[in-house]
Every structure is written in structure tokens, then in C-alpha cells.
């Protein structure tokens, strides 16, 4: 399903983003069957970082596809989810944040962080720009 054939590293093939997308509903609907309910998810976790295992790298371009392939299977009745947040991303890379998608509709609840590079005042600038977003 990814680039390299490799748990770690590479990034996914756009093939497979429907079925990346099922597997996220999957998740949801199984955690929920369980009990426990999912408020809000990313995409991708660490999405530049390669190094993990399991990881995928996802950049900014391949991330918006994803989202826009996955919206449409969290808005299902038995799938409902509401909150999808942009993946993490470091204080020194703001993403550039598109919260509305073709005709208005919000496609992203807001964006996260992870505080290991650059300057934490980055969240303050997401949060004044989209005070009406989740910015965490």
C-alpha cells in the first residue's frame, strides 16, 4: 500500500486511499461499538516523520486528498464524525490551513502540533487567524 513496501517511511499510494479511508471508519465504528467514542481524529500522525515504526510520510498535498476521500465516509450516518483535524505538524512548519472545501462546506475542525520545533507562538498566530478552529 506505500511507497517503499516498508512499515516505516514511504508514503501511501494513492490506489489505496479509499481503502485507507474504510479502514479509518472501520477503527472509528469498531471503538465505538466498544464504547468509547472518537470526538476527533488526524489524518496522519507526525506526517513528516519517517522514522517511527509504523510510519507513513504525508505532506500537505497528499493529506488534503486523503481528507478529501475520508470526509465523505466519516459523514455517513453509522460512521458520524464531525472533527477532523489536520496532522500534527511542527511550530516551525505552519501548514497553510484550508478549513473550507468546495462550496463552503467545513472540511477541518482545525490543526494540531507537535512542540518539538520552532516556536510555540505559532499556535497563537493559527488560533488568531481561525479563532473558531481547534488549534491544540
Known amino acids: 500500500m506505500k ?26 465504528d469498531g471503538m465505538k461499538a466498544e464504547g468509547i467514542t472518537i470526538h476527533a481524529i488526524t489524518v496522519e500522525n507526525e506526517p513528516l516523520n519517517p522514522k517511527n515504526t509504523p510510519s507513513m510520510v ?29 496532522p500534527q505538524s511542527r511550530c516551525d512548519l505552519v501548514p497553510s490551513v484550508d478549513f473550507e472545501g468546495s462550496g463552503g462546506q467545513s472540511i477541518c475542525a482545525g490543526t494540531a502540533f507537535h512542540l518539538y520545533g520552532g516556536d510555540s507562538s505559532a499556535l497563537t498566530d493559527v488560533h488568531n487567524a481561525y479563532p473558531n478552529r481547534i488549534c491544540t
Open 3 to 28: 511507497t517503499n513496501d516498508n512499515s516505516k517511511g514511504g508514503s501511501l499510494k494513492p490506489e489505496y486511499y479509499g481503502a485507507f479511508a474504510e479502514y479509518f471508519v472501520k477503527y472509528i
Open 58 to 86: 504525508c505532506w500537505q498535498e497528499e493529506e488534503h486528498s486523503l481528507r478529501s476521500i475520508l470526509v465523505p465516509h466519516l459523514e455517513r450516518p453509522e460512521s458520524k464524525q464531525d472533527r477532523v483535524i489536520r
